[in-house]
């Protein structure tokens, strides 16, 4: 999200509703239980926590995201390059996305969206594609799902969902369907939540969350719940932090952190508090998604740029990418949050 009017654009702020504590009473479920090393195919995205055994261009490896101004989720091969066609797009009026922005995957490869602002999340089959119906969804007032800016589905299967206007972010359990009471919310004055993003889950469990307008990255315990203070925050300064929209994790710990006004900033592994990065990737229109692969390459979705890009490891500065997917056959417009499968 950035201040460019042509970028996104900002729902006045809501007041929390009353009981956000402790939502029914209840608490997190979403322990950390890494994946097993035969889960080839565990997605690696913006909202992940286990990194995956990918290669740069291993075949049949696929990187989704959500393409807003396009009004489709779309996948692409990462061994693709260069202006090629999706080998999946789902897009139409039966998908009931508009303008989708948020993006997330589960184990199974389902494929979760959500419309910019929107209050309902749309879930879809592995492999979907076309203008095809969503198997399930989550929405209506039980759901306190506010203006949706980020998805992330932890391993155990429960899906999170930040609310930027409300500043909460919301828990569901596996499976969860309609207008279904989420099983925990975070939030309230002792979070520092000031328009929260996206989300990623480290090898501890601690979830992450890109504080847009706080310009910070804020992390909560494992099982954090209701009014709770952060247990980490990364601000001030030296960060470089601007408008952070999107984060991820690599293999070795590493926070990469896409920021709209910054580029790409990398901070190490155990970093918190006024703290700079160890490297800032610049060059970018706005950037809105990033992932690591299996090689610790960084992908990054470029939004007004209307591309995809991988960069080495340590890539640095106004680097040149390793492969760019962009041109009119991509049709990529708008591309947001990123997600490797």
């Known amino acids: 999200m950035s201040a460019s009017p042509s970028r996104r654009y900002w729902l006045p702020a809501l007041a929390l509703i009353a009981g956000l504590t402790g939502c029914a009473g209840q608490t997190a479920t979403g322990a950390y239980v890494p994946a097993a090393a035969a889960l080839a195919r565990q997605p690696i995205e913006t909202s992940a926590q286990t990194p995956g055994s990918f290669e740069p261009a291993a075949t049949g490896v696929r990187i989704f995201t959500a393409n807003r101004d396009g009004g489709s989720v779309l996948g692409f091969s990462v061994a693709s390059s260069g202006n090629v066609a999706p080998i999946e797009a789902i897009a139409g009026s039966k998908t009931k996305l508009n303008d989708p922005d948020s993006l997330a995957l589960d184990a199974q490869g389902h494929i979760y969206a959500t419309d910019d602002g929107g209050t309902t999340v749309q879930v879809f089959a592995e492999d979907a594609t076309g203008n095809i119906k969503p198997s399930r969804n989550i929405g209506g007032s039980s759901s306190h799902l506010g203006p949706t800016e980020g998805l992330l589905v932890d391993p155990s299967g429960d899906l999170w969902a930040t609310s930027y206007s409300n500043n909460w972010i919301t828990e569901y359990a596996p499976g969860a369907r309609g207008n279904v009471s989420p099983i925990d919310t975070i939030g309230g004055s002792k979070t520092h939540l000031?328009?929260?993003?996206?989300?990623?889950?480290?090898?501890?469990?601690?979830?992450?969350?890109?504080?847009?307008?706080?310009?910070?990255?804020?992390?909560?315990?494992?099982?954090?719940?209701?009014?709770?203070?952060?247990?980490?925050?990364?601000?001030?300064?030296?960060?470089?932090?601007?408008?952070?929209?999107?984060?991820?994790?690599?293999?070795?710990?590493?926070?990469?952190?896409?920021?709209?006004?910054?580029?790409?900033?990398?901070?190490?592994?155990?970093?918190?508090?006024?703290?700079?990065?160890?490297?800032?990737?610049?060059?970018?229109?706005?950037?809105?998604?990033?992932?690591?692969?299996?090689?610790?390459?960084i992908w990054v979705a470029d939004f007004s740029g209307n591309s995809i890009k991988e960069f080495a490891s340590n890539a640095n500065g106004n680097a040149t990418p390793l492969r760019t997917i962009s041109g009119s056959n991509t049709q990529l417009n708008g591309a947001n949050f990123l997600a490797l499968y």
């Open 194 to 297: 000031n328009t929260p993003t996206g989300m990623a889950r480290d090898a501890g469990g601690h979830l992450w969350v890109a504080n847009t307008r706080g310009s910070s990255i804020l992390a909560f315990a494992s099982g954090a719940s209701g009014n709770v203070s952060p247990v980490v925050s990364i601000a001030g300064s030296n960060t470089g932090l601007i408008t952070p929209f999107a984060l991820a994790f690599d293999r070795t710990g590493r926070l990469l952190v896409a920021d709209e006004g910054a580029g790409v900033l990398v901070f190490a592994k155990g970093a918190s508090g006024n703290v700079a990065p160890v490297q800032t990737i610049t060059g970018f229109s706005y950037a809105a998604g990033v992932v690591a692969d299996g090689k610790n390459h």
